[in-house]
């Protein structure tokens, strides 16, 4: 008797298991179906498959997408990140082009004429452009290119982004390169302290030489170009590029577009900051300069295929980009219109 009372749940429990595996799927089909509508066939699953289908329909699509079904289009919105727009001015009706940059000047070095300006005496800081200055009196205490410096803490200090760290011991010449192609004031400021002059007779030395060049109202306050109360004109800037290039090391260093090398702690490579030198045009000198008061500045020469040599300087540009935009701007209106004509532009009409 025992033995048929365990039995019998057993076969009942037995036979409405198999009575649910044979009624469920039907159950579910129908209930998926919605009013008015057959229930969906395979490879065509219904609207509300998503829902009541569940991993059974999710299969049948898969299969369908890998038999080469497209996937329905789910239109999201989506946030584009627009670019930001970026031109020039418009020239003026003489087709003379407008200029963001406070100050600009194009000059014909080989007939000396003026073919652009754009407040060419105005006064304005000049930023780094003073290192120019600074690499001319210097070389009037007649260094010794293979003389090592070493960085002292005050030659770093203050004297914005550079790589070059205390007790690094580096030669005059690459401390040269770093100045004039890198506009490292580190360097600039361990080439003034090590050539022998005090601070103050160094830079009264660079206003005396302003004075005998006839650089009218340039003057400068400190050698690196840090200071806002350095000042010139762009007039004053063009010639005196001009000399600094006269000199054959100077206007080698400014023509080289990397340079490498390395202290007793590490190793250095430089990038000028003329991006001038990649262009079209073959550049025979430059110099860049920032800071907040002075803006974007930047002063190079250029030599064209029949040997004319032209001068051009920006000063005060609103951004770096900017800076070397309207620098080749004004650079390519020059040599399609500027020469021929062989007379000034006024950048103010």
Known sequence: MGYRRSIVPLTCGLLVTLTLLFDVPKALGQDSATPGQPPATSGQPSASSGETGGRIVSTSRSRAYRAGQTRPHRHHRRRLRRQATFSLPQVTRYGIPRLHAKAALVVDETSNKVLFQKNPSQLYPIASLTKLMTALVYFQTNPQFDQVVEIMPDDVRH??????????????????????????????????RSCGLPRDEFVRRMNAMADSLNLEGT????????????????????????????????????????????????????????????S???????????????????????????????????LGAPSNRLRFAEARRLLDWTFRFGLPQASAANGNE
């Open 280 to 314: 079209k045009w073959r550049i025979t000198g430059g110099k860049t300069g920032f800071i907040n008061e002075a803006g974007y500045c930047f002063a190079t020469m250029v030599e064209t295929p029949s040997g004319t040599e032209v001068t051009a300087v920006l």
């Open 159 to 192: 004297s914005s982004r550079s790589h070059i760290r205390p007790r690094e011991d580096i030669t005059v010449r690459d401390l040269l390169h770093a100045a004039l192609m890198a506009s490292d004031n580190v360097a600039m400021k361990a080439l003034v």
């Open 219 to 278: 003057h400068f306050v400190e050698p690196t170009g840090l200071d806002e109360q350095n000042v010139a004109t762009a007039q004053a800037i063009a010639a005196l590029l001009r000399i600094a290039a006269s000199n054959p090391v100077v206007s080698s260093i400014m023509q080289k577009q990397t340079y490498t090398f390395a202290s007793n702690r590490k190793l250095h490579r430089l990038v000028n900051t003329n991006r001038l030198l990649k």
